[in-house]
């Protein structure tokens, strides 16, 4: 599985049909579908690892967290938006007005994403939070329904 919206377009179509306002729910339905140890998800994995060592994926931001778009919401991404980030710390505080998926791959240490090992994390809808990788380095995808994303000041 690559990083285009055409290799995702099984786990764009499986997500799309997700409730984000049961997010437990929508976890295990992922990691049940879309195990992380499986081969598409392994060589997606491999995908990313192999695109930030290239300097083509999270290329800006700096440490704790890098970044870039993986694609904009579009009718052939089913209306999600993609990013991936590179995380070792915390990132901003931040509302999911429709939820948010996210695919994490540990890459050093033992790391946590909000606490999560590595795996399916998802939020629901209307949800807050200042996410942060502790204990270690992920790299993460992020899914966000029609690329819906606020930056929340305190």
Known sequence: MKLDPASLHPLLAFAAQLDLNQPDAARDALA??????????????????????????????????????????????????SDAVLMNGAGPKHRHPEGEIDLCFALEGDPKFDGNPEGWVVYGKGSV?????????????YLLPNGAFEFVKD
């Open 32 to 81: 049940a579908e879309f195990p992380l140890s499986s081969a598409p998800i392994q060589a997606l994995r491999e995908h990313m690892i192999e695109e930030m060592n290239a300097g083509r994926l999270v290329q800006n931001g700096k440490d704790p967290l890098r970044y870039s778009r993986v694609f904009k919401q579009s009718e052939e991404t089913l209306n999600f938006s």
């Open 129 to 141: 939070h200042i996410p942060t990788v502790t204990g270690g380095q992920m790299l993460i995808l």
